[in-house]
T-cell receptor, first 113, second 109 residues
Framework: IAGITQAPTSQILAAGRRMTLRCTQD?????MYWYRQDLGLGLRLIHY???????GKGEVPDGYSVSRANTDDFPLTLASAVPSQTSVYFC????????????FGEGSRLTVL | GQNIDQPTEMTATEGAIVQINCTYQ??????LFWYQQHAGEAPTFLSY????GLEEKGRFSSFLSRSKGYSYLLLKELQMKDSASYLC??????????FGAGTTVTVRA
């Protein structure tokens, strides 16, 4: 039982580089989310997708982009990484947008130097 | 955005009871969630309230008052493994889930 798989687990990246964090779920959930977690700030929503083919902006979308070409995959791209994007990134999914609980991946720790 | 407040830290003794309060202000309301997160791990679902009242699940209970914008998570018979961060999260009118900063609970022997 895989659930949600994120890759890479950890990455150190030079500022200005492009980076894609991968997220795949095998639960056929409609909704998927990307959060970043920073000490003292909790989880903040970056982007979300209520169903394949649609995406929306969360609380902190600047500097990030997403795509949802199919149900299972929801990659997060940093076009030109900056040090303030150093964080732990969590991908999550939910079977229902209105009532479903979120299931989280194990997280991707990104350090931008 | 949403405004979700919860205490930063709480400490309790093994076997005791701890209550973690959460207050919120949102544009629309579609449910309140509590998650547990151990250090270095992903958050895991604990409870969900959408109607007023108490939801009990084993040693954990969660209460909601929508009119007051208030919830609490009650942890009974505390065990050392309950040492973790507890996250209050609110689903707004657009169905987006926003999280509070979390309450770190330390259980002492």
């Amino acid at each position: 039982i895989a659930g949600i798989t994120q890759a890479p687990t950890s990455q150190i990246l030079a500022a200005g580089r492009r980076m894609t964090l991968r997220c795949t779920q095998d639960m056929r959930h409609n909704a998927m989310y990307w959060y970043r977690q920073d000490l003292g700030l909790g989880l903040r929503l970056i982007h979300y997708s209520n169903t394949a083919g649609t995406t929306g902006k969360g609380e902190v979308p600047d500097g990030y982009s997403v795509s949802r070409a199919n149900t299972d995959d929801f990659p997060l791209t940093l076009a030109s990484a900056v040090p303030s994007q150093t964080s732990v990134y969590f991908c999550a999914s939910s079977d229902r947008v209105d009532t479903g609980e979120l299931f989280f991946g194990e997280g991707s720790r990104l350090t931008v130097l | 955005g949403q405004n979700i407040d919860q205490p930063t830290e709480m400490t309790a003794t093994e076997g005791a009871i701890v209550q973690i309060n959460c207050t919120y202000q949102t544009s629309g309301f579609n449910g309140l969630f509590w998650y547990q997160q151990h250090a270095g791990e992903a958050p895991t679902f604990l409870s969900y309230n959408v109607l007023d009242g108490l939801e009990e699940k084993g040693r954990f209970s969660s209460f909601l008052s929508r009119s007051k914008g208030y919830s609490y998570l009650l942890l009974k018979e505390l065990q050392m493994k309950d040492s973790a961060s507890y996250l209050c999260a609110v689903r707004d009118g657009d169905y987006k889930l926003s999280f509070g900063a979390g309450t770190t609970v330390t259980v002492r022997a």
